[in-house]
């Protein structure tokens, strides 16, 4: 059964479109994201010294922390709503490529991250009085390949939970350790072009490294998956 | 006379820990023995 | 066959106090660590068998996803071939043979273990049919937990008394076997926790998943300490021979514990699964077929 492109690129955009309406109308899933980054950032404030220049290395690692609670609110939500009126179920039924429904998911979350991001990187500026001393384009790459990163790594792991008894814990449970490299070049890549001490160049290579090998290798095992009862 | 106490610390704690997992599965045989004499009672008589 | 576990477990007994007797007693000491060292007759022959476990665990569970595409079968026993194939053939080429110098090791030795790969894989499916592949995934994914967690406990152990410090995050091996530890933990929850039939298809894309992890833990580590150096707990390099004697004689002690926990193991796995289909067929009111001698082939006890 050979999918042609136009089909995959087709359902893809169909997928992404309405879950991008959908979220646009509720706000659901990023109103509890900002305000759970919101409150990180305004909790972890108070062990900061802002004249300090120590701050700036551990800000690389409270940032993607913050980043990667609130993205699992999201992925949490992501196939919640498709089980709810038997989405799930008709899409396993229907012709329509596997991975089609499994990029857009990636896509969407994708999207709603970077959002959110962008919105609170101006908070985190100004509650931590951070001064990038290294070259900040950098810091885009990093972003853009680490959640890439999360993303793809808990819209699989979400699919894969949907049918265990405690859904919100085991996302978590299964994602963390396997992030744990993208999560260590995230931070570690950061927290370079910060302080300016290192190059971040390794990490960037390494997010991609990452993002290569495992999109490759979930885009082969969604099907399995999405076809488990 | 120090290090030499971290040195019995580990293997006694590498044989608690494989003790732990023996007793386990001990455990789970013994369960599951009880489990297979209900199965084989419940049919006698029915048979 | 009863018996026969018995014996090996006397023996495997004996050799184990042996090796401990060697180890503890009959070793020399270490020079600048002291009589602490020998917490590393403990923790290396644990973490080879832990790794040699977890890499059965992955063997199996590919093979145990390729089962129900006959074209995945295929590609999947090519690709280790290849594997094997291209090792042997690597080992022998120049560039590759100085590197290997410079660990101490032979190129008949890589050669060797590529192409046990597709030789292993092969008697693997022949030796485990069908649902027996899943059984060992599990089986070795728990003691191999089992053995890790060792390994996670005598490390700290022995950092502490000579490097003085507990962890070092940036440390390649002990983080990466907390982060093998950490995957293969996870793996036994979602077993446990997953409501799914198949509950078996889902737990062998993780352990693929995590497999693909590790040599990115790895490299990810590596760079990391390149920028921020940090002790090597464990040390390195080479080893005295009469040391590597002792540390193998453990290895092949420990090696033989680890196959009869495995046994047991399989075996509680095996009667679990019995009992399991027979509560079902009693539930189905089918009082003939129902009953603990199921049509279920039993394995070798």
Partial sequence: MKEAPASLWSVMAATLKKDIRLEWRSKDALNSMLFFSLLVVVIFSFSFDPLAEESRRIVGGLVWVAFLFAAVVALNQTWARELRNQVLDAYRVSPAPANALFLAKILGNFIFVIVLEALMTPLFVIFYNLHVLGPVWQLLPIALLGTWALVVNGTFFAAMSLRTRNRELMLPLLLFPISIPAVLGMVAGTTAVLTGDNPAHFYIVLLLTYDVVFTTAYLGLFETILHAE | MNPIKFLFAAYIATWIIHGTYLGTLVRRFGRLKKDLDELSKNHKPGN | ?301
């Avoid at chain 3, 693997?124 to 599990?138: N, T």
């Avoid at chain 3, 995590?210 to 990391?224: H, M, N, T």
């Fill in chain 3, 1 to 301: 066959m009863k018996r026969g576990f018995l014996i090996c477990s006397v023996l495997t007994g004996l050799l184990l106090v042996y090796a401990s007797y060697q180890a503890l007693a009959v070793a020399p000491t270490e020079r600048t660590m002291g009589d602490v060292q020998r917490i590393f007759y403990y923790h290396v022959p644990s973490a080879w068998t832990a790794f040699l476990l977890f890499f059965i665990n992955f063997v199996a569970s590919i093979q145990y996803l390729a089962r129900t595409k006959p074209s995945a079968q295929i590609a999947a026993k090519w690709i280790f071939i290849a594997i094997g194939v291209a090792g042997a053939v690597a080992s022998f080429l120049p560039p590759v043979q100085q590197q290997l110098t410079s660990f101490g090791m032979r190129p008949s030795a890589l050669a060797t273990t590529a192409i046990m790969l597709p030789v292993f894989y092969l008697l693997l499916g022949r030796w485990f049919p069908g649902e027996k592949l899943d059984i060992l995934a599990v089986t070795c994914a728990e003691v191999g937990v089992v053995f890790c967690t060792v390994v996670l406990v005598t490390g700290p152990l022995w950092a502490r008394p000579v490097w003085g410090i507990w962890w070092a995050p940036g440390d390649i091996r002990l983080t990466s076997t907390l982060v093998l530890w950490l995957i293969y933990v996870s793996y036994l929850l979602l077993r446990r926790f997953s409501n799914s039939a198949q509950t078996q298809m889902l737990a062998a894309a993780l352990a693929v998943s995590g497999a693909l992890d590790v040599p990115l833990v790895y490299f990810s580590i590596w760079f990391f300490r390149t920028q921020h150096p940090q002790p090597v707990i464990g040390g390195n390099g080479s080893i005295d021979p009469r040391m590597l004697h002792i540390l193998l004689l453990n290895w092949l002690a420990f090696l033989c514990f680890a196959s009869l926990v495995c046994w047991s193991r399989f075996r509680l796995e095996v009667l679990k699964r019995e009992v399991e289909e027979a509560y079902a067929m009693e539930s189905l009111g089918d009082p003939v077929t129902a009953g603990p001698s199921m049509p279920l082939k039993r394995s070798a006890p």
